[in-house]
């Protein structure tokens, strides 16, 4: 059983920069980085989005609305993933979630709130 556990979250004004970690325990380095990670979002209201994507082999997928901004990397070494927001807006504002997918399998996180308001 993966567990997945987020961090970085907080308040700062447009304009400003966060890097959200996710961190994995339960699995081994070798495993997590067979994982695909993905970072998802939830503003109030609003269904869950996919933000960013990193693959197990690396390669990255982004959002419309945050590309150019965002930047998603992963250390499979600590098991684990990273978001570098910058120049954050204010619909930047929702839970941002943490997860793990590998075949059949998904393991999600319990969120860390981004509040993006001056």
């Known amino acids: 059983q993966v567990q997945l556990v987020e961090s970085g979250g907080g308040l700062v004004q447009p304009g400003g920069s966060l890097r959200l970690s996710c961190a994995a325990s339960?699995?081994?380095?070798?495993?997590?980085?067979?994982?695909?990670m993905n970072w998802y979002r939830q503003a109030p209201g609003k269904e869950r989005d996919l933000v960013a994507r990193?693959?197990?082999?690396?390669?990255?997928n982004y959002a419309d609305s945050v590309k150019g901004r965002f930047t998603i990397s992963r250390d499979n070494n600590k098991r684990t993933v990273y978001l570098q927001m910058n120049t954050l807006k204010p619909e930047d504002t929702a839970v941002y979630y943490c997860?793990?997918?590998?075949?059949?399998?998904?393991?999600w996180g319990k969120g860390t709130l981004v509040t993006v308001s001056s």
């Open positions: 997860n793990a997918e590998r075949a059949y399998t998904t393991y």
């Open positions: 990193i693959r197990s082999g690396g390669v990255t």
């Open positions: 339960g699995t081994s380095s070798v495993i997590f980085s067979m994982y695909d």
